[in-house]
């Protein structure tokens, strides 16, 4: 029965200067930025990351984080002054793009990125703070995050996920633990969640979720549609603004304003 209600870490620490008479991102000049800290020990890697694409991929039987990346600026001067900094500080690898500092009004016409690609032991905690460009994490621990914009997606995590994030497309499968999501603009897709999924506040964008095997929460929903299946527990909806809610095959209680409760025609 279907029912309807209506209504360390890595840094991609690129940055733009300016942006009046180059693209964003662009790639006029480029060149490799590379290292590698022993992880033997530590717990977690913290990532800085600014403008620019980051990946963050567990990697099973991994003893040490490696970064490659690729530093990108419209400026040759600038492109010489990206630095990538990992270090270790105590149960901590730490990961940032050190970016070079506007100067003058000149060093608004162009920009610089470093996109990143950084391998961690297989199930180690992650906590990741990205400006702009697309976020792909998988084979993590437990997982923090705060992005600004650009897509962001997460497949595979071993523990508790908490996301903040600015716009763009949310994707969130396979974690063991509960998730939970504060989100501005922009899709959100869950799937495969072994804890409850809780969305404490969305502004506008769909919100999908399907095969939570604990509760689906959704605190404050300003617009867009939400369509929820496969809930192991219960489904709840506290604030809704504008948008539909569909749900079906939820095993505990159904818990929606009472205003907006209702039928979908052809519905039992």
């Known amino acids: 029965m279907k029912r309807q209600i209506k209504g360390a870490a890595i840094v991609a620490a690129p940055f733009l200067i300016g942006g009046t008479a180059h693209a964003q991102y662009s790639s006029d000049y480029t060149s490799p930025r590379h290292a590698v800290v ?12 600014g403008a620019g694409s980051l990946r963050v991929e567990g990697k099973p039987g991994l ?13 040759q001067r ?23 500092e506007q100067r003058g009004f000149d060093d608004y016409n162009f920009s610089a990125a470093l996109d990143l690609v950084i391998q961690v032991p297989q199930g180690m905690n992650a906590d990741i703070s990205d400006g702009s460009g697309d976020t ?77 095997r604990g509760s689906v929460i959704v605190e404050h929903d300003g617009s867009g549609n939400i369509d929820v299946s496969k809930v192991g527990r219960d489904f709840r909806v506290e604030s809704k603004g504008s948008g539909e809610i569909d749900y079906s095959s939820v095993s505990g209680q159904v818990d929606i304003p009472e205003r907006r409760r209702g039928y979908r025609r052809g519905d039992d």
């Open 63 to 75: 003893r040490q984080v490696e970064v490659n990346g690729t530093a990108r600026s419209s400026s």
């Open 136 to 212: 792909r994490v998988s084979g993590v621990g437990e997982l923090d995050a705060t992005d600004g914009s650009g897509d962001f997606s997460v497949d595979g995590a071993a523990g508790t996920v908490h996301i903040t994030d600015g716009s763009g497309t949310l994707r969130i499968e396979n974690v063991t633990g509960d998730v939970r999501v504060r989100d501005g603009s922009g899709e959100i897709d869950v799937r495969n969640v072994t804890g409850s999924f809780t969305v404490e506040s969305d502004g506008s964008g769909g919100i999908t979720a399907t095969d939570v």
């Open 38 to 49: 022993d992880a033997s020990g530590a717990r977690t890697v913290e990532v800085e990351a």
């Open 78 to 100: 600038f492109l010489s002054e990206i630095r990538l900094i990992a270090e270790r500080r105590g149960n901590v690898i730490f990961i940032k793009a050190d970016m070079p």
